[in-house]
């Protein structure tokens, strides 16, 4: 069990303003299930990226049974016989499950029609050595989410790969089918085939990982065997640095009013039971993975899903069926963590960003008044420091940080009480990542209510008055700011430690 | 089997009948009602239905069925039967023909295709190399036909007479029904065509694609690129050429319509065939065709093209408006399209 076959050597991938990749290198055994692990962003998904073929590395190289390769598209990797199962679902819903199990694969009869029955046995033939009961002919869109999952496993095993990639498998599927899946791995590896596991869940890399690589900020860490290794050492190796800052929040502001309270909010499968507060003055943070449902309960208290049940009341009153524009008047503003999709409007100026929101109230006749506008625009340029010499600028031409601080200056316009803040930092350099942490604290400190959602715990630790950790959907802990660590706040994210 | 596996298949069935059939029901019912069924569902207007189906909307739709499906739409066809039906008057009024009638019957519809692929092919080749939406390069195609074909017809109507093969594909039949009825004292006596020649061509072509869609892995690519554009290309599909070739049958369609056209009315305008790619994306989407993509089937479209001509057609019978005609038709497409969303998000 001891020959490479797959080798990445002095991998380097950046993007804009990102090192995403820096000089990773890591090894594939034959038959063996290497886990990477690393915290959101560490490079994990971008490294499965360029070994796929969808990025190409900036330098370094990558060997295949000792010889060199180079992928162009997706289509190459799978030639070479690798196979991956995104996390994100990529399958056709409109199609059956047989057709996307063989998509662009599809066995044909010399007529050049897809020879149906053969479709159907092959993919038979995969499903039950899943041991899933899933018709091949059901159409994939009438299948839950569990077995979509199955499905895209399917699809992998379908192409007689060497090498399979599955980025968090078990994110979806309950602990019935997770035994299903570790059962399928095992006698995969049996059979000679080689697994990349991308997961964040801690427990479950012992059960089923041979080694486990951590990445942090796109560097490998280190390998380690699963065998031996402790839990706490690999929490420490995925946080790592010993980043000591200082507490920009020195005095809770926090007063007695409510700017949030949420009672028993649950959504389908993505919001169990949620209760959680914001008082005004007070800067509360919701930690925890990508995908454990921080976003999608900001989305849920501020109307852009529906919620099945429980209550949610904005600065003291009941919003009993949400929409923006009542949470707008309730004098609630939403930061949303792609500020570029749902924030802004790029193609206009800087000046008609900022009073977006707030037209109503700044134009109470109804009628746009453009120096009015000007000046407030221009206002919100001085107080916010957005480096820009004129607000007639388009929005497109800013920094990420300026947009950023375009974003906040609209829901300052509105005299906001209750502001969300989704991954406000994301993606923006240094300094300006300083200067908006400095914002928040002022907003509170004047008595705005802030809950605020960050994958980046450094900046949880510094700014948060009280913490929610969230984990598949529920709150798992409720922590003060006093005397807590990363390590902690990861260990309840992550299920390291009982909820 | 009991009672309720029994009633869950009835269901089973049920379900996979198109909606889009009982509408079609309903409207020939309010339509004969308003009209009288003696008079409507008597055998030489459901021909004259099935008829304009065949040298309208019905094979065009397919058209633009197979754009929408694959995300895009072709706004072009109308244009493209347009030009196609004007280059086989002209070059069949060509007089005196250096060639015989039979081979300019030839190379009349083999230049009325070519035309057709052309026109099919630029827009797929303008799709493949830019990020123009399909919508904005068919527009544009759809001019430059319009205007090409209204430079052939120098600002006359073509008239092509005396070439009997020619009129047989778009008014000839290979059966017929003799009917006579009474007007006041005189007994007429008409022959009604029961296999019209055009009819009988898109039947085929519906079989054609039918199977093109469901047995073909193109017809899969079609549907997975509207289902998951992105699936699609991670799959290893070649999205570039299945559009391109998409709007390439489109054109071959158009073209196909065009030639029916003007056999049928044994003449060509520049106006003939305008404006019929709305009826082709009306009657897709009345057929189940979600403007997303990915959804509905050839036969499904059928019914889609039918609905618009049995509408067109009734509209006449009680006699409104041509223009009330189209507030009629816009409407019945709103309410379809309104339904459709409401069942989907329950």
């Known amino acids: ?499 | 089997m009991n009672a309720k596996s029994g009633r869950r298949r009835v269901q089973a069935v049920l379900k996979r009948v198109p909606m889009t059939l009982f509408l079609l029901l309903g409207i020939i019912l309010v339509f004969s009602l308003l009209t009288g069924p003696a008079k409507y569902l008597k055998l030489s207007n459901v021909m004259n239905v099935i008829n304009q189906c065949a040298s309208g909307v019905g094979i065009l739709a397919l058209g633009s069925f197979l754009a929408i499906c694959s995300t895009g739409v072709d706004l072009s066809l109308g244009g493209i039967a347009s030009l196609s039906g004007m280059l086989t008057a002209k070059l069949l009024s060509w007089a005196p023909a250096p060639i015989g009638p039979a081979l300019l019957l030839v190379l009349a519809i083999f230049v009325a295709l070519a035309a057709g692929a052309v026109m099919g092919s630029l827009n797929g080749l303008i799709l493949s190399r830019t990020n123009i939406p399909s919508f904005i390069i068919t527009l544009g195609v759809s001019k430059i036909c319009e205007t090409l074909s209204r430079v052939i017809a120098g600002g006359t109507t073509i008239r092509v007479n005396g070439h009997a093969a020619f009129e047989f594909i778009g008014s000839g039949s290979l059966l017929s029904v003799q009917q006579t009825t009474m007007k006041g004292a005189r007994v007429i006596t008409r022959s009604i065509g029961i296999l019209p020649v055009s009819v009988l061509i898109m039947l085929a072509l519906y079989v054609l694609f039918s199977l093109l869609m469901r047995r073909t892995p193109f017809g899969t690519y079609v549907y997975a690129i509207g289902g998951n554009y992105e699936a699609a290309e991670l799959s290893g599909i070649d999205t570039t050429r299945t559009r391109f070739r998409v709007f390439l049958l489109g054109g071959l369609l158009a073209a196909v319509t065009g030639i029916i056209m003007t056999s049928r009315l044994t003449a060509a305008s520049a106006a003939n065939g305008l404006g019929m790619e709305f009826d082709g994306i009306a009657a897709a989407v009345v057929g189940g065709a979600a403007m997303t993509g990915g959804r509905s089937t050839p036969w499904r479209t059928f019914i889609g093209a039918l609905t618009i001509s049995v509408l067109r057609n009734g509209f006449s019978m009680i006699e409104m408006l041509p223009a009330m005609q189209m507030i009629a038709i816009g409407l019945v497409l709103i309410i379809v399209v309104a339904i459709d969303a409401a069942r989907n998000r329950r």
């Open chain 1, 1 to 499: 069990m001891s020959d490479t076959i797959l080798e990445v050597r002095n991998i380097c991938k950046e993007f804009p303003g990102v090192k995403a990749l820096d000089n990773v290198s890591f090894d594939l055994r034959r038959g063996e299930v290497h886990v990477l692990l690393g915290e959101n962003g560490a490079g994990k998904s971008t490294l499965m990226k360029v070994l796929t073929g969808v990025y190409h590395p900036d330098s370094g190289e990558i060997y295949l049974h000792g010889k060199q390769m180079t992928f162009q598209t997706p289509r190459d990797a799978q030639k070479a016989g690798i196979a991956i199962i995104f996390q994100e679902f990529n399958l056709a819903p409109n199609l059956t499950v047989a057709q996307n199990i063989y998509l662009g694969r599809e066995p044909c009869t010399r007529a050049g029609f897809i020879d149906r029955a053969k479709l159907l046995q092959d993919s038979q033939r995969i499903l039950d050595f899943l041991k899933v009961d899933i018709d091949p002919n059901a159409k994939v869109e009438t299948l839950g989410i569990a077995h979509q999952q199955l499905v895209e496993l399917a699809k992998a095993l379908s192409i007689d790969s060497e090498i399979l990639i599955m980025d968090e498998p078990t994110a979806t599927l309950s602990d019935r089918e997770i035994n299903t899946l570790f059962d399928t791995i095992r006698s995969l590896q049996e059979r000679g085939v080689s697994i990349i596991y991308i997961s964040h869940r801690l427990q479950e890399l012992r059960v089923i990982g041979n080694r486990i690589t951590v990445l942090r900020d796109g560097q490998s860490v280190g390998t380690r065997n699963a065998g031996d290794v402790a839990m706490d050492d690999l929490i420490r190796m995925m946080v790592g640095r010993e980043l000591k800052k200082e507490r920009i929040r020195s005095v809770n502001t926090s007063r007695e009013e409510y700017a949030l309270e949420v009672e028993n909010l649950s959504q389908g499968k993505l919001l169990r039971d949620i209760s959680i507060y914001v008082r005004k003055g007070e800067v509360v943070c919701l930690a925890g993975l990508v995908g454990s449902g921080r976003t999608e309960l900001a989305q849920a208290i501020y109307g852009i899903t529906r919620r099945d049940s429980g209550s949610v009341r904005i600065c003291g009153r009941d919003i009993p069926r949400p929409l923006p524009t009542r949470c707008i008047r309730q004098k609630m503003g939403f930061m949303s963590e792609s500020r570029k999709e749902f924030g802004l409007a790029l193609n206009l100026p800087i000046r008609t960003n900022i009073t977006h929101a707030g037209l109503k109230t700044i134009f109470p006749s109804g009628i746009v008044d453009l120096r009015k506008e000007r000046r407030i625009a221009k206002e919100f340029r001085d107080k916010l420091r957005i480096v820009t010499p004129d607000v007639e600028r388009n929005v497109i031409n800013l920094s990420g940080g300026n947009q950023q601080k375009v974003v906040l200056a609209k829901w300052l316009s509105t005299d906001s009480e209750f502001l969300v803040f989704d991954e406000p930092t994301r993606g923006i350099d240094v300094g300006a990542k300083e200067e908006i942490h400095n914002m928040i604290h002022d907003l509170a400190t004047q008595g705005v209510g802030i809950l605020m959602i960050s994958s980046d715990l450094p900046e949880v630790l510094t700014l948060a008055d009280r913490i929610y950790v969230m984990r598949e959907g529920r709150i798992v802990k409720e922590l003060g700011y006093e005397g807590i660590t990363q390590e902690e706040v990861i260990a309840y994210a992550t299920g390291g430690v009982a909820g």
